[in-house]
């Protein structure tokens, strides 16, 4: 059992940057893989970015590619999601997930998830 809860949501104008950051209890963090994923008013869920147990092997969804990052230090049981160069489509509720599979990044394997935290990106 994984509980995961989310911080450093908020308001940021367009350009700007925002680390969002995901902090695990129970379980030991390092057996799981981590991702990331946003959903905004009327759209889908949307997958953002994924890390491996290691965090030698990311992944990532098309519309962040070169602007998002993720990592993780597993000292700290945390990941974090560094956001770049913002939009206002990048607005959503973004939310952490964990999942003990590897290999590319499928939404059911994700066992278990947080609550969410806003973002908001303004022009």
């Known amino acids: 059992q994984v509980q995961l809860v989310e911080s450093g949501g908020g308001l940021v104008q367009a350009g700007g940057s925002r680390r969002l950051s995901c902090t695990a209890s129970?379980?030991?963090?390092?057996?799981?893989?981590m991702g990331w994923f946003r959903q905004a008013p009327g759209k889908e869920r949307e997958f953002v970015a994924d890390?491996?147990?290691?965090?030698?092997?990311?992944y990532y969804g098309d519309s962040v590619k070169g602007r998002f990052t993720i990592s993780r230090d597993n000292a700290k049981n945390t990941v974090y999601l560094q956001m770049n160069s913002l939009k206002p489509e990048d607005t959503a509720v973004y939310f952490c997930?964990?999942?003990?599979?590897?290999?590319?990044?499928?939404?059911?394997?994700?066992?278990?998830w947080g609550q969410g935290t806003q973002v908001t990106v303004s022009s």
């Open positions: 997930a964990a999942r003990t599979y590897g290999g590319t990044p499928v939404e059911r394997q994700y066992q278990y």
């Open positions: 129970g379980r030991t963090f390092s057996s799981y893989a």
């Open positions: 890390i491996s147990w290691r965090g030698d092997i990311r």
